[in-house]
């Protein structure tokens, strides 16, 4: 991996680089390193699914959506 290394006067830096106050004013070194090209691996996202065999998975019945009856409402308090 190739990199530059350099002693500089640290005003060289003003507007690159919010140095803090104890390196202000005096001499630096400067390190300049190739960035690494981080991807993160995709995670296989598993699926998991009970009861039923991977890809065949029943329709929901139309009646799935109907509202509940007014009985089993006042049984959940809502």
Request: one cysteine or more; proline letters at 12%.
């Amino acid at each position: 991996m190739e990199c530059v290394h350099q002693t500089i006067g640290s005003a060289a830096l003003d507007g690159i680089i919010d140095l803090p106050p104890n390196l202000r004013n005096r001499k630096v070194q400067v390190i300049v390193l190739p960035a690494e090209s981080y991807t993160p691996k995709q995670e296989s996202k598993r699926e998991i699914q009970f009861g039923f065999l991977k890809g065949v998975v029943p329709p929901l019945p139309d009646s799935f959506f109907d509202p509940l009856p007014e009985e089993e409402l006042q049984t959940w308090g809502l």
